[in-house]
């Protein structure tokens, strides 16, 4: 089975940027949905971003016109551009991937991301 990794997390200032790489262990290929949640100390983990197989995207309204979600398919990797960064945005992200046709779904082991004022 595919194996996600997440990294490029870290602590930042606000209104710095990171980017997150989510390399899979195999082909992404099969993957419907490829998307990136995250999750707060005493929240419910939530959905940032995601990209369908055929390009299109979605953000959350929270970080719309600051992250930017994107694949690679010849690396495996998904990514996710995080620019203007607040504190609010502090959490452990988690990569996700999906495949529809045999209901597969995936998930890295998290990084964290932290934003200081």
């Known amino acids: 089975q595919v194996q996600l990794v997440e990294s490029g997390g870290g602590l930042v200032q606000a209104g710095g940027s990171l980017r997150l790489s989510c390399a899979a262990s195999?082909?992404?290929?099969?993957?419907?949905?490829m998307g990136w949640y995250r999750q707060a100390p005493g929240n419910e983990r939530e959905l940032v971003a995601r990209?369908?197989?055929?390009?299109?995207?979605e953000y959350a309204s929270s970080v719309k016109g600051r992250f930017s979600i994107s694949r690679d398919y010849a690396k495996n990797t998904v990514y996710l551009q995080m620019n203007s960064l607040k504190p609010e945005d502090t959490a452990v992200y988690y990569c996700?991937?999906?495949?529809?046709?045999?209901?597969?779904?995936?998930w890295g082991q998290g990084t964290q991301v932290t934003v200081s004022s």
């Open positions: 990209i369908i197989s055929g390009g299109s995207t």
């Open positions: 996700n991937m999906h495949d529809a046709t045999r209901g597969i779904s995936i």
């Open positions: 195999g082909s992404i290929l099969m993957f419907n949905v």
